[in-house]
Structure formats: C-alpha cells, structure tokens
C-alpha cells in the first residue's frame, strides 16, 4: 500500500489549497478514505472522511463549510479542497486508510497558512 501526497505549501489567510493524495497498492474503491493534520506540539486529528462512493462524509467542527474532500475512484486519488485558510489550519497533512485491517499514512504534506 502507498499512499502519495502533494499540494501543499505557503498561502495567506483567506487563501486556498487543493490536497492529493495518490493510493496503490489495494482497491481503491473498496475502502474509506481520510485526511488527519497534525499541528506542531498535538496531537494527529481527523480532518474529514469520505465513504467508499463518495456518499457520505465527515467533517471535523474546525474544517466543516471550509474543506470539501472528493474522490476520484477513476484514477485512485482523493483529494481536500481547503478554502478560507486559517493560521490554525497550519500543519502536516495526512492521507489515511485501513485495508487489511492496518493502517497506512502517507509520508504527509505541509500546509502554513501566515501572512
């Protein structure tokens, strides 16, 4: 299982990113994906999860009507369209799903959000 992501960088408050996260290695299609964030000195936290089809999703009370997260079984990818940034927003991110019973990350993208 590999798990790829890209996108992030430096961007201004009210600014927006687009995260990818490319996955092989298993079957897609076959399992729920999520993004996690990790800030400096706390704890991993759930940013949001999408359901196998797309159908349903969650979204953590500090994300939710700013991010958007999508997938693209087509092509393996999910992503986490971000808007209205916040300087708390700034961390790690991290694809993450649980084939097999295990958990795989990706190896994380940084996200700053500051002026």
């Known amino acids: 299982v590999q798990l790829v992501e890209s996108g992030g960088g430096l961007v201004q408050p009210g600014g927006s990113l687009r995260l990818s996260c490319a996955a092989s290695?298993?079957?897609?299609?076959?399992?729920?994906m999520s993004w996690y964030r990790q800030a400096p000195g706390k704890e991993r936290e759930l940013v949001a999860r999408i359901s196998i089809t797309g159908g349903r999703t969650y979204y953590a009370d500090s994300v939710k009507g700013r991010f958007t997260i999508s997938r693209d079984n087509a092509k393996n990818t999910v992503y986490l369209r971000m808007n209205s940034l916040k300087p708390e927003d700034t961390a790690v991110y991290y694809c993450h799903t649980k084939p097999f019973g295990y958990d795989y990350w990706g190896q994380g993208t940084q996200v700053t959000v500051s002026s």
């Open positions: 290695g298993f079957t897609f299609s076959n399992y729920d």
